[in-house]
């Protein structure tokens, strides 16, 4: 049996319009498909299991890395001189956070208390809790400067108090105590006869309130009605804005608690969040584009402005009283103690503060913050927050443990909280998120290229047969034609015989 060979060819156009129609398809509707499976799994909810379990125990490890400044030279500071100080560390923690508490409400939010914990990390640190280190001395440095104002008779008595508990302006202690805190009659005093002045009612260390807590309660949507408004704080401790600064935007609660953000990014979109222990909101900005392991990334970095002083920045009047830029005074959240915030050996703040200390070298590689995020889920890939803990210290007549000190912001320890997605986490991401979006770009795109080869092969191969087919037509018609057609000068047969009849009867 013969094979049609346009009907062949009208069979395969056919199955490569279909094939073409596919692949537009794909491509119209393929970036919808993808969209809506990225909201099923970002919002904040039990039946997602991997991307909820990942919001409820992070399973990424995250560390806490702290650099204490080592005073060098304390008797010569007491004396009037520039201070000197030296980096130890960094002294790591393992940060282990877990969300308790969860329960979810009627208005698509979900409240939680976060637990953290902290463990030391010998092989990953430059060093031991047991190293010991100078610092200056927050009970005696920082309450000298908050009793100021005080009359002159109550100071003399408060530095008679120091005398007595034999706290002096600076501290020589371990690292592990001055972490974690250390035993001082002092604050057992405080604690007895002045319940409340300090953050904690046990030993007196620098993270003794940040070990074995929670961040508060935090309530946050789940963006089931809305993905745009996934991960966003609803309100915090029951407070829907704060009262710790002098401007209500100063005390806006914005943003998200700083772990995920909702999806869909991009280069023009802001991290916000709101840091229970910096007392505020904060907003970084997108600086670049990246990669990990495959992965794109938009790199979100703290501008200029997030610790800028009321002066230089307007908007931020209202967390003064301001020093140089580069300084957040927290004292209002802290007890009025006179502590400060601000980056890494003052990087991104005003020069000045670098003349006043010895032994600080900023740079932006080592000393500045970032967040590595995915744009399409909001799901952070690496995370670098460092920040420092500076104390105000003066010379306050009547408080003798103060010397002759000259009026400085003193760095005492930073510390760096990082992590970042590995393991079989950044598989799975790998696999949803490059792998399989590059197989159907690649088979979007290839049902569109094979359709179109069809279409056209298919086309020509059509067009030759029927070419064909045209031609043989008309060769057939000529030869038809021309059988019928008489030789001129010709007679036929019968013709030819009547003829010579006629003329031999003539």
Same mark, same amino acid.
């Given at each position: 049996?013969?094979?049609?060979?346009?009907?062949?060819?009208?069979?395969?156009?056919?199955?490569?319009?279909?094939?073409?129609?596919?692949?537009?398809?794909?491509?119209?509707?393929?970036?919808?498909?993808?969209?809506?499976?990225?909201?099923?799994?970002?919002?904040?909810?039990?039946?997602?299991?991997?991307?909820?379990?990942?919001?409820?125990?992070?399973?990424?490890?995250?560390?806490?890395?702290?650099?204490?400044?080592?005073?060098?030279?304390?008797?010569?500071?007491?004396?009037?001189?520039?201070?000197?100080?030296?980096?130890?560390?960094?002294?790591?923690?393992?940060?282990?956070?877990?969300?308790?508490?969860?329960?979810?409400?009627?208005?698509?939010?979900?409240?939680?208390?976060?637990?953290?914990?902290?463990?030391?990390?010998?092989?990953?640190?430059?060093?031991?809790?047991?190293?010991?280190?100078?610092?200056?001395?927050?009970?005696?440095?920082?309450?000298?400067?908050?009793?100021?104002? !005080? $009359?002159?008779?109550?100071?003399?008595?408060?530095? @008679?108090? *120091?005398?007595?508990? =034999?706290? +002096?302006? /600076?501290?020589?202690?371990?690292?592990?105590?001055?972490?974690?805190?250390?035993?001082?009659?002092?604050?057992?005093?405080?604690?007895?006869?002045?319940?409340?002045? !300090? $953050?904690?009612?046990?030993?007196?260390?620098?993270? @003794?309130? *940040?070990?074995?807590? =929670?961040? +508060?309660? /935090?309530?946050?949507?789940?963006?089931?009605?809305?993905?745009?408004?996934?991960?966003?704080?609803?309100?915090?401790?029951?407070?829907?804005?704060?009262?710790?600064?002098?401007?209500?935007?100063?005390?806006?609660?914005?943003?998200?608690?700083?772990?995920?953000?909702?999806?869909?990014?991009?280069?023009?979109?802001?991290?916000?969040?709101?840091?229970?222990?910096?007392?505020?909101?904060?907003?970084?900005?997108?600086?670049?584009?990246?990669?990990?392991?495959?992965?794109?990334?938009?790199?979100?970095?703290?501008?200029?402005?997030?610790?800028?002083?009321?002066?230089?920045?307007?908007?931020?009047?209202?967390?003064?009283?301001?020093?140089?830029?580069?300084?957040?005074?927290?004292?209002?959240?802290?007890?009025?103690?006179?502590?400060?915030?601000?980056?890494?050996?003052?990087?991104?703040?005003?020069?000045?503060?670098?003349?006043?200390?010895?032994?600080?070298?900023?740079?932006?590689?080592?000393?500045?913050?970032?967040?590595?995020?995915?744009?399409?889920?909001?799901?952070?890939?690496?995370?670098?927050?460092?920040?420092?803990?500076?104390?105000?210290?003066?010379?306050?007549?009547?408080?003798?443990?103060?010397?002759?000190?000259?009026?400085?912001?003193?760095?005492?320890?930073?510390?760096?909280?990082?992590?970042?997605?590995?393991?079989?986490?950044?598989?799975?991401?790998?696999?949803?998120?490059?792998?399989?979006?590059?197989?159907?770009?690649?088979?979007?795109?290839?049902?569109?290229?094979?359709?179109?080869?069809?279409?056209?092969?298919?086309?020509?191969?059509?067009?030759?047969?029927?070419?064909?087919?045209?031609?043989?037509?008309?060769?057939?018609?000529?030869?038809?034609?021309?059988?019928?057609?008489?030789?001129?000068?010709?007679?036929?047969?019968?013709?030819?015989?009547?003829?010579?009849?006629?003329?031999?009867?003539?």
């Amino acid at each position: 049996m013969a094979v049609n060979k346009s009907k062949v060819a009208i069979g395969f156009i056919v199955a490569g319009v279909l094939m073409l129609s596919f692949g537009l398809m794909f491509v119209i509707v393929g970036p919808a498909v993808m969209k809506d499976q990225i909201t099923k799994n970002t919002m904040i909810d039990p039946k997602n299991e991997m991307s909820y379990t990942m919001w409820k125990d992070i399973p990424v490890p995250f560390y806490m890395s702290v650099y204490f400044f080592n005073v060098l030279n304390p008797k010569e500071i007491l004396k009037g001189e520039k201070p000197m100080v030296e980096q130890k560390g960094p002294y790591v923690y393992r940060k282990r956070c877990q969300k308790d508490n969860i329960t979810f409400h009627p208005n698509n939010t979900v409240s939680y208390r976060e637990y953290r914990k902290y463990f030391f990390e010998p092989t990953m640190s430059k060093g031991n809790e047991s190293d010991v280190v100078t610092i200056p001395n927050m009970l005696v440095l920082g309450a000298a400067v908050m009793m100021e104002n !005080l $009359p002159f008779a109550l100071r003399l008595m408060i530095s @008679a108090s *120091f005398k007595t508990f =034999n706290e +002096g302006p /600076f501290l020589t202690k371990t690292v592990g105590e001055l972490m974690w805190g250390y035993d001082s009659g002092l604050v057992d005093f405080l604690n007895t006869y002045l319940p409340g002045m !300090l $953050p904690s009612s046990g030993k007196f260390g620098l993270f @003794a309130e *940040f070990n074995n807590s =929670n961040t +508060g309660l /935090f309530t946050i949507f789940t963006g089931k009605d809305d993905i745009r408004n996934v991960h966003k704080v609803d309100s915090w401790n029951g407070l829907t804005e704060l009262n710790y600064w002098r401007t209500p935007q100063c005390n806006m609660i914005n943003g998200t608690a700083g772990q995920m953000w909702p999806p869909f990014m991009t280069k023009e979109s802001t991290l916000p969040f709101y840091s229970p222990d910096a007392c505020r909101s904060m907003e970084l900005v997108y600086q670049r584009p990246g990669e990990m392991h495959g992965i794109p990334l938009y790199r979100y970095v703290a501008p200029k402005t997030l610790f800028a002083n009321g002066t230089d920045y307007t908007p931020n009047e209202g967390f003064c009283p301001c020093r140089q830029s580069g300084l957040l005074n927290v004292s209002s959240c802290r007890h009025n103690s006179p502590v400060f915030i601000s980056h890494p050996h003052f990087f991104n703040a005003d020069p000045v503060l670098l003349d006043y200390v010895h032994g600080l070298h900023p740079n932006e590689e080592e000393h500045g913050l970032f967040i590595d995020i995915h744009p399409q889920t909001g799901v952070p890939l690496n995370v670098s927050i460092r920040l420092q803990l500076n104390l105000y210290m003066k010379r306050v007549s009547g408080i003798t443990e103060t010397g002759k000190i000259s009026e400085v912001v003193m760095p005492m320890i930073w510390f760096e909280e990082s992590g970042y997605i590995d393991g079989p986490i950044l598989n799975t991401f790998h696999t949803n998120l490059v792998i399989l979006p590059a197989v159907m770009e690649y088979m979007q795109y290839g049902f569109i290229a094979l359709g179109l080869m069809t279409i056209i092969i298919a086309s020509l191969v059509h067009y030759k047969v029927k070419r064909s087919r045209t031609k043989v037509s008309i060769e057939v018609e000529k030869t038809m034609a021309s059988d019928k057609e008489p030789v001129k000068g010709s007679l036929c047969p019968d013709m030819q015989e009547k003829s010579i009849m006629s003329y031999s009867e003539k």
